[in-house]
């Protein structure tokens, strides 16, 4: 069984930046996909950010591209979401997902955090 631990949510201004971490348990983090989502109150899970077991690939939503940024290191186990230039609409509970291989589909992804919280003020 895989446990995924999200850290690094948190209240900023517009404009600012926060870095969110998700912590894997296990020894084969090394195989497998990792991705982000984000669900706001009111609204749908959304694919945010993916990318490949050894991050030779990234898929990123058109909403953050440019922004944010995904990154893995592996022998921490640990992907991180690095997120830039932050707006109101960026606010919402961000999770990540363990996934066989690189996508955006939420269905694909068999392993959840728990989410963490980011609140982007005006």
């Known amino acids: 069984q895989v446990q995924l631990v999200e850290s690094g949510g948190g209240l900023v201004q517009a404009g600012g930046s926060l870095r969110l971490s998700c912590a894997a348990s296990?020894?084969?983090?090394?195989?497998?996909?990792m991705g982000w989502f984000r669900q706001a109150p009111g609204k749908e899970r959304e694919f945010v950010a993916a990318?490949?077991?050894?991050?030779?690939?990234?898929y990123y939503a058109d909403s953050v591209k440019g922004r944010f940024t995904i990154s893995r290191d592996n022998a921490k186990n640990t992907v991180y979401l690095q997120m830039n230039s932050l707006k109101p609409t960026d606010t919402a509970v961000y999770y990540c997902?363990?996934?066989?291989?690189?996508?955006?589909?939420?269905?694909?992804?068999?392993?959840w955090g728990q989410g963490t919280q980011v609140t982007v003020s005006s």
């Open positions: 997902a363990q996934a066989n291989s690189i996508t955006i589909w939420r269905n694909d992804y068999h392993y």
């Open positions: 990318i490949s077991w050894d991050g030779s690939s990234t």
């Open positions: 296990g020894r084969t983090f090394s195989n497998y996909a």
